[in-house]
C-alpha cells in the first residue's frame, strides 16, 4: 500500500523534481497534501494529482492521511518543520538540504526525530546517484590514497539561485536587488548562505572521502553569483568554486578526485534537470580514460526508493550521519565566512 504524502512547499524544485518522480513512483508514494506559503501555487500542484492543498503548514500537519512529510521550503524553514512534523505524529520526514543553518538547529531536530523514532531523511540526491556510489567503490577498491577534491560548478544564469543570495541574509541588497559585495560582512553571508544552500549537494559526498575540517586557506565571492573556496581536511586540500554570469556558460556540474593511483571524474546533471544518473570516468597511471555507463535512474528517485526501505524498517535511519552532515556543511560555511571576513581587514 502507497505511503501519503504531504508536501510543504509549492516552488521550482517541487513542480519540477518531486512531483515527477512521486508520479513515477506511484506504487510506492500517493500524493495527498500540497501546501504553500500563500503563493497560490499550491491548488495548481495539487489538482493534477488529486491532493488537498492548503496555505501554511497548519492544515497539512493536522492532516491524518499524511504520513510523511516533504519539507520543500526556504532553508530556514528547515528545522522548525522537522520538528513540528514529528509533534504532528507523522511517521516520515523528507527534508530538502540543508537539515538547518545552524548547529543547534540541527541538534534540536535530529533529537525530536530520534526520540520519537520518526524516519528522517536529507535530500542530497548527489549522495544517493548510483554513479557517486559507484565512484566510491572505485576509490575503495584501488585503495588509492586522495590527494585532492575539486567540486566545479558552472551554471547559466537561475532565478533560484540569484534569490538564493537573498533569503535571510544578514545585509541589505544594493541597487537592483543585488547585495554589495564590496561590503565584507555582507559577501560573508552571500558565501554562508551559498555554501549551506548550493554547495550543500556534493559536501555529504565529500565527507565521504574527506572527512573534518582542518583550515580553510581561502575563500572568496564573485559577482553576480560565486565563490571559491579551498581547505584542508586531513592530507586532502578540497576546492569549490562556482561560477554564474548573465549569458553564462553551459552547465557542469563536476567532482574530481586525485588519488596517488589515477583520477576519477563525476559529472553531474544540473539541479532541476532529470536525465538519470552522473557519469563517471576513471583516468589510470597509464593516462587511459574509462568511462562507466550511466543508469536511467537518478539521485532524486533512488533517494525516495531509499525512504521506503527506512519506513519498511530494511535499513536503519543514520541519524549520527545525517547530524555529521548538517555539522559539516555548516562549519565549513561559518570557517569560510569568518576567513573572507578576516582577509578583508586592513
Known amino acids: 500500500m502507497p505511503?501519503?504524502?504531504?508536501?510543504?512547499?509549492?516552488?521550482p524544485g517541487v513542480a519540477a523534481l518531486h512531483l515527477p518522480v512521486l508520479g513515477r513512483l506511484g506504487d510506492l508514494f500517493t500524493v495527498k497534501h500540497i501546501a504553500d506559503a500563500g503563493s497560490g501555487r499550491a491548488r495548481d500542484l495539487a489538482i493534477g494529482f488529486g491532493a488537498n492543498w492548503s496555505t501554511g503548514e497548519g492544515d497539512l500537519l493536522a492532516d491524518q492521511d499524511v504520513d510523511v512529510v516533504a519539507i520543500c521550503t526556504p532553508p530556514a524553514e528547515h528545522s522548525r518543520q522537522v520538528i513540528a512534523s514529528v509533534e504532528a505524529g507523522k511517521r516520515a520526514i523528507f527534508c530538502e538540504k540543508p537539515l538547518a543553518t545552524s548547529r543547534g538547529e540541527a541538534d534540536e531536530a535530529v533529537a525530536a526525530c530520534r526520540a520519537a523514532g520518526a524516519v528522517l531523511m536529507v535530500g542530497t540526491n548527489h549522495l544517493f546517484d548510483s554513479a557517486w556510489g559507484r565512484a566510491r567503490h572505485h576509490l575503495v577498491a584501488l585503495q588509492g590514497q586522495v590527494q585532492a577534491i575539486s567540486v566545479?560548478?558552472?551554471l547559466p544564469p537561475n532565478d533560484r539561485y540569484h534569490q538564493l543570495?537573498?533569503?535571510?541574509?544578514?545585509?541589505?541588497?544594493?541597487?537592483?536587488?543585488?547585495?554589495?559585495?564590496?561590503?565584507?560582512?555582507?559577501?560573508?553571508?552571500?558565501?554562508?548562505?551559498?555554501?549551506?544552500?548550493?554547495?550543500?549537494?556534493?559536501?555529504?559526498?565529500?565527507?565521504?572521502?574527506?572527512?573534518?575540517?582542518?583550515?580553510?586557506?581561502?575563500?572568496?565571492?564573485?559577482?553576480?553569483?560565486?565563490?571559491?573556496v579551498g581547505y584542508r581536511a586531513g592530507g586532502v586540500l578540497v576546492q569549490l568554486a562556482l561560477t554564474m554570469l548573465p549569458g553564462g556558460p553551459d552547465a557542469?556540474?563536476?567532482?574530481?578526485?586525485?588519488?596517488?593511483?589515477?583520477?576519477?571524474?563525476?559529472?553531474?546533471?544540473?539541479?532541476f534537470v532529470q536525465a538519470g544518473s552522473a557519469t563517471v570516468r576513471v583516468r589510470n597511471v597509464d593516462g587511459q580514460w574509462v568511462t562507466y555507463p550511466r543508469d536511467v535512474e537518478d539521485g532524486y528517485e533512488a533517494e525516495w526508493r531509499l525512504l521506503v526501505s527506512l519506513l519498511q524498517g530494511?535499513?536503519?535511519?543514520?541519524?549520527?550521519?545525517?547530524?555529521?552532515?548538517a555539522h559539516y556543511a555548516i562549519d565549513l560555511a561559518d570557517a569560510a565566512a569568518t576567513k573572507l571576513r578576516e582577509g578583508a581587514r586592513p
Open 3 to 11: 505511503w501519503n504524502v504531504g508536501i510543504l512547499g509549492a516552488g
Open 152 to 154: 566545479t560548478l558552472a
Open 165 to 228: 543570495v537573498a533569503e535571510g541574509g544578514p545585509f541589505v541588497a544594493a541597487r537592483r536587488g543585488r547585495p554589495d559585495l564590496d561590503d565584507p560582512a555582507v559577501a560573508a553571508g552571500v558565501l554562508r548562505q551559498l555554501l549551506t544552500g548550493l554547495a550543500i549537494h556534493d559536501l555529504p559526498a565529500v565527507r565521504d572521502i574527506a572527512p573534518g575540517i582542518d583550515e580553510v586557506v581561502y575563500a572568496r565571492v564573485a559577482s553576480t553569483v560565486g565563490y571559491l
Open 252 to 271: 557542469l556540474w563536476r567532482m574530481g578526485i586525485a588519488t596517488t593511483h589515477d583520477r576519477v571524474e563525476v559529472d553531474f546533471p544540473p539541479a
Open 314 to 325: 530494511a535499513v536503519p535511519v543514520e541519524y549520527d550521519e545525517l547530524l555529521a552532515d
